[in-house]
């Protein structure tokens, strides 16, 4: 095992760290553990697939299609790096009303939004999400972004269906699409749960209409949110649980119930954080990242559709100061919540890029674009790790085990096949951990790639 082209390794915040080169000295043999052998095994997934896309981002308010020019210039230049899914919604998270009046189209913001994806050389993806006013009792020609959440009318489903349509017959090279977010305006409150009956109603409309338009269209949902509570709460509690905490019973019922229910989906959808419903997280945040590998292997006994997380927040908590902390933590975090995914088997997810106007940003991909000091567009280490992440682990990898000394094994979060090994110390010290035989000198909370020979036996 050696340092990743046999040159440098990048570390904490962002900066290169020359490895240690040669051999290191064998120390005899070691009692060794299967790293995290359940919680870290990854689940079978199909092979490569149009219904695969490995691992990208979701565009939001702000992104490289507006700005200072320079900065633009350098954001796009980043995202050209590599080919990755991209994906925006059709209105909101900067896209305006596709439709404020019956039959009248807006498509200017989404046109320079889907520009920016095919001129970077993305995968574009369309999340079919929200509903013009006029669909949910607003007035036609008018457009209140306060109500953008609620869900259309069900006398308006047919209507959502399509400019559905409408919006895939304008963009033909546009394959996937992911019907709604979040289940957004679906909480039915006098029955305290979930209208999965209205959205699966809603979700079956669109997908007939979107295979209408062309039968190569790739559809999924439902895009479901698996909210989570604190280990020690009962209410609505389901069986679905950890030391993270337990998924809320309500979800899993209306995801059990599109499930059954759906048309067909190419693939499925959900969300999450690693903090709970109220906000706040277990007291290990690396840990609290198994909820992904836990929740992604209970879809995955349900259906062999290829599973995608349209949104995953790893976070420290819901605490609202997340975009000043510590760079290499935050960095550190989502490469565990990477490796968590795929271990529950996930084939495809999307980074929710907070991207803002200029203020501290640790958890944007680039620096904004609005900064003219020479540093607006400039990748940021996020940016830098799922590119690094979908080249190395793209959808059909055969993953290999790795074998962790058992003192070490809490401390690592290990992901391997038989070219590389991606390695997350998540302490906040540098540590020293036996892995494969070898010793494997970390930072603290460092993320590190090596080059990796696999063995036999080995192949998952």
């Not at 095919?118 to 999340?127: A, L």
């Not at 977010?181 to 009956?197: A, I, L, Q, T």
């Not at 958890?363 to 900064?371: A, D, K, Q």
Request: aromatic content about 10%.
């Amino acid at each position: 095992m050696s340092d990743i082209d046999g040159a440098e390794s990048t570390d904490r915040e962002g900066r290169s760290a020359i490895s240690t080169r040669g051999a290191v000295a064998h120390l005899g043999i070691v009692a060794t553990v299967l790293a995290l052998v359940l919680a870290c095994t990854p689940a079978p997934v199909a092979g490569p697939s149009d219904s695969s896309l490995g691992w990208g981002l979701t565009h939001t308010q702000y992104s490289a299609d507006v700005g200072d020019s320079a900065a633009v210039k350098t954001a796009r230049k980043a995202l050209s790096a590599q080919s990755l899914p991209q994906n925006q919604h059709v209105m909101g998270w900067g896209a305006g009303n596709p439709e404020p009046s019956p039959g009248r189209y807006d498509f200017s913001a989404l046109d320079r939004r889907m520009d920016l994806i095919r001129q970077t050389g993305g995968t574009p993806v369309i999340t079919l999400c929200c509903a013009p006013d006029w669909m949910k009792g607003g007035t036609p020609g008018r457009t209140a972004w306060s109500r953008l959440e609620t869900a259309p009318s069900p006398d308006h489903y047919d209507d959502f269906a399509a400019l559905a349509a409408t919006v895939a017959e304008r963009y033909p090279d546009v394959r996937h699409f992911i019907v709604w977010n979040e289940f957004k305006g679906f909480f039915d409150e006098s029955k305290n749960r979930w209208n999965h009956e209205g959205y699966t109603a809603l979700y079956n409309r669109v997908h007939r209409a979107l295979k209408k338009v062309n039968e190569e269209n790739l559809v999924g949902g439902p895009y479901l949110t698996m909210d989570s509570y604190p280990p020690r709460h009962t209410m609505n509690a389901s069986d679905l649980r950890g030391p993270w905490g337990s998924i809320d019973q309500r979800v899993l019922n209306a995801f059990d119930y599109w499930n059954r229910h759906k048309a067909g989906a190419d693939f499925v959808v959900v969300d999450g954080t690693s903090y709970t419903r109220n906000g706040t997280a277990p007291p290990d945040e690396f840990r609290a990242t198994d909820k992904f590998t836990a929740v992604g292997r209970w879809v995955r006994q349900r259906t062999s559709a290829p599973l995608w997380w349209a949104e995953y927040h790893i976070e420290r908590g819901d605490n609202g100061d997340r975009d000043h902390g510590s760079e290499s933590l935050h960095r550190a975090l989502q490469a565990a919540g990477l490796i968590a995914m795929v271990k529950g088997g996930a084939t495809t997810g999307f980074y929710w890029n907070p991207q803002n106007r200029g203020e501290p940003c640790a958890r944007c991909l680039w620096r904004s674009t609005e900064l003219t000091d020479g540093t607006g567009g400039h990748a940021l280490p996020v940016l830098d790790l799922i590119r690094r992440f979908d080249k190395e682990f793209p959808p059909g990898t055969t993953y290999r085990s790795v074998d962790v000394a058992p003192d070490d094994a809490p401390k690592v979060r290990v992901l391997a096949n038989d070219k590389v090994m991606l390695v997350v110390n998540t302490l906040d010290r540098p540590l020293k951990a036996k892995i494969d035989g070898r010793t494997v000198n970390l930072d603290g909370y460092q993320v590190r790639w090596f080059r990796a020979v696999a063995r036999l036996g080995q192949h998952l």
